[in-house]
């Protein structure tokens, strides 16, 4: 993908600067878990893997997944940007949005969807505003 | 060792003119954290975004498909379950597509709650992770499957195949194996679609049969198999029969609902590739 790529966990870095930028889409990751934290109190398993890259200010970026009916879905979204904002929205294969509910507070951001069929879904995901030129974003997802 | 200590009445100076600077900051990124969300828009255009961005699938789980199947019923799981796991021929792509099948295995068995079959699976994901050099990546996974298959902790066991997946997944990519990584996750699409189709043919409703209702899934696997850097791996006639065995299902999932005799269909499809996937044909 573009700007967008699986995010690897426990990955040994070779190399500082790789080491930094590895750091720092962690630091989003560490936001996007902290955001899903206390949905696991409400029986969502969260995937282990996670998806992540950069965006510039009102950038957006699709990441497409394959979603059952039958389960319920959150996606959590974090930035290690201070103050800057971002959200997720989802919508189905028609670009209809189908999200259920959905909440921003600064740098998290969460959407939920219960499929009304199993098919492809999209999570576009956008940076409102950010202090820098380019934020570094991860996004997770979980079902129940 | 020099410390600075501050008198009570010098320290509330210093705290108020912090705070006079600091109060203007908290209220900005209080105002900022409260402002209520913009209202997303009901529709979007998909073609503006980056091909790359959209054609790329993030693959599901198995427990997303297990974790359906769990609301629509009780069906008999120890009679999924295969005799005999299959046989690593060496072959590297036999091999991936084969543990592919076999952590598969892992969550049928666990649905069977049959925990000696959970613990042999997960020697059995050991031995064949050593095979294709990615045996440290499971090491503990393989150890915590048999404790809570011991503990009949079975969400636990499934979330632990799950990870097992993933770690494989990720350890092949550090290698630069992202070919085999991806058979891998092909291997166990093909046999969790093979024992899907069985359980939804035996008790046929709709819904059930919605959980094959992949088709971008399946053009991202095509995709993936087509762009094989590894020209020999790509060629090679396991792949090769992967490859077939993807553009003869594609069009049959593409309807919302699947009659009962597609599902037969792609049964038969499917096992017949896991059947030479385990029997060493490559």
């Given at each position: 993908m573009?700007?967008?790529?699986?995010?690897?966990?426990?990955?040994?870095?070779?190399g500082?600067?790789?080491?930094?930028?590895?750091a720092?889409?962690?630091?989003?990751l560490?936001f996007?878990?902290?955001?899903?934290d206390?949905?696991t109190?409400?029986?969502?398993?969260?995937?282990?893997?996670?998806?992540?890259?950069?965006?510039?200010?009102?950038?957006q970026?699709?990441?497409?997944?394959?979603?059952?009916?039958?389960?319920?879905?959150?996606?959590?979204?974090?930035?290690?940007?201070?103050?800057?904002?971002?959200?997720?929205?989802?919508y189905?294969?028609?670009?209809?949005?189908?999200?259920?509910?959905?909440?921003q507070k600064?740098r998290?951001?969460?959407?939920?969807?219960?499929?009304?069929?199993t098919?492809?879904?999209?999570?576009?995901?956008?940076?409102?505003?950010?202090?820098?030129?380019?934020?570094?974003?991860?996004?997770?997802?979980?079902?129940? | 060792?020099?410390?600075?200590l501050?008198?009570?009445?010098?320290?509330t100076k210093?705290?108020?003119?912090?705070?006079?600077?600091?109060?203007?900051v908290?209220?900005?990124?209080?105002?900022l954290?409260?402002?209520?969300?913009?209202?997303?828009?009901q529709?979007?255009?998909?073609?503006?975004?980056?091909?790359?961005?959209?054609?790329?699938?993030?693959?599901?789980?198995?427990?997303?498909?297990?974790?359906?199947?769990?609301?629509?019923?009780?069906?008999?799981?120890?009679?999924?379950?295969?005799d005999?796991?299959g046989?690593?021929?060496?072959?590297?792509?036999?091999?991936?597509?084969?543990?592919?099948?076999?952590?598969?295995?892992?969550?049928?068995?666990?649905?069977?709650?049959?925990?000696e079959?959970?613990?042999?699976?997960?020697?059995?994901v050991?031995?064949?992770?050593?095979?294709?050099?990615?045996?440290?990546?499971?090491?503990a996974?393989?150890?915590?499957?048999?404790?809570?298959?011991?503990?009949?902790?079975?969400?636990?066991?499934?979330?632990?195949?799950?990870?097992?997946?993933?770690?494989?997944?990720?350890?092949?990519?550090q290698?630069?194996?992202?070919?085999?990584?991806?058979?891998?996750?092909?291997?166990?699409?093909?046999?969790?679609?093979?024992?899907?189709?069985?359980?939804?043919?035996?008790?046929?409703?709709?819904?059930?049969s919605?959980?094959?209702?992949?088709?971008?899934?399946?053009?991202?696997?095509?995709?993936?198999?087509?762009?094989?850097?590894?020209?020999?791996?790509?060629?090679?006639?396991?792949?090769?029969?992967?490859?077939?065995?993807?553009?003869?299902?594609r069009?049959?999932?593409?309807r919302?609902?699947?009659?009962?005799?597609?599902?037969?269909?792609?049964?038969?499809?499917?096992?017949?590739?896991v059947?030479?996937?385990?029997?060493?044909?490559?």
């Amino acid at each position: 993908m573009a700007n967008v790529k699986k995010i690897l966990l426990g990955t040994l870095v070779v190399g500082l600067g790789l080491s930094v930028a590895v750091a720092r889409v962690d630091d989003a990751l560490s936001f996007a878990h902290e955001a899903a934290d206390p949905y696991t109190k409400e029986g969502f398993t969260v995937r282990e893997d996670a998806w992540g890259g950069d965006l510039g200010v009102k950038d957006q970026q699709a990441v497409t997944a394959q979603l059952f009916k039958g389960n319920t879905y959150w996606f959590w979204l974090g930035t290690d940007t201070p103050g800057a904002v971002i959200t997720v929205h989802l919508y189905d294969s028609d670009g209809k949005l189908v999200e259920s509910a959905y909440w921003q507070k600064g740098r998290f951001a969460a959407a939920k969807v219960t499929p009304a069929k199993t098919g492809t879904y999209y999570a576009i995901v956008t940076v409102e505003k950010s202090s820098r030129e380019r934020s570094n974003w991860a996004l997770v997802y979980g079902y129940r | 060792m020099p410390v600075l200590l501050l008198g009570p009445r010098l320290q509330t100076k210093l705290i108020l003119a912090m705070l006079s600077r600091l109060i203007p900051v908290v209220l900005c990124g209080i105002a900022l954290a409260q402002a209520p969300a913009q209202a997303p828009p009901q529709q979007i255009d998909l073609t503006k975004f980056p091909a790359a961005a959209v054609d790329d699938v993030v693959v599901p789980v198995p427990s997303e498909v297990f974790n359906v199947l769990d609301k629509l019923g009780s069906p008999n799981w120890s009679a999924e379950l295969r005799d005999n796991l299959g046989q690593s021929s060496g072959d590297r792509a036999q091999v991936a597509l084969l543990l592919g099948t076999v952590i598969a295995e892992g969550f049928i068995a666990v649905q069977a709650k049959n925990a000696e079959r959970v613990k042999k699976i997960g020697q059995e994901v050991l031995t064949l992770a050593d095979a294709i050099n990615v045996r440290s990546a499971v090491i503990a996974r393989s150890k915590s499957i048999t404790e809570k298959a011991d503990a009949r902790d079975w969400a636990a066991v499934r979330s632990e195949f799950d990870g097992a997946l993933q770690d494989v997944r990720g350890a092949m990519e550090q290698l630069g194996d992202d070919d085999l990584a991806q058979l891998v996750s092909l291997g166990g699409w093909i046999r969790g679609t093979e024992v899907l189709t069985s359980i939804v043919g035996k008790n046929y409703t709709p819904d059930g049969s919605q959980l094959l209702c992949q088709p971008e899934l399946v053009n991202y696997f095509s995709r993936r198999v087509d762009e094989m850097r590894n020209t020999r791996l790509k060629k090679s006639r396991l792949v090769t029969k992967v490859r077939r065995l993807l553009k003869d299902i594609r069009p049959l999932i593409k309807r919302d609902t699947i009659t009962v005799e597609t599902v037969q269909k792609i049964n038969t499809m499917t096992n017949e590739v896991v059947v030479t996937i385990t029997t060493q044909e490559s």
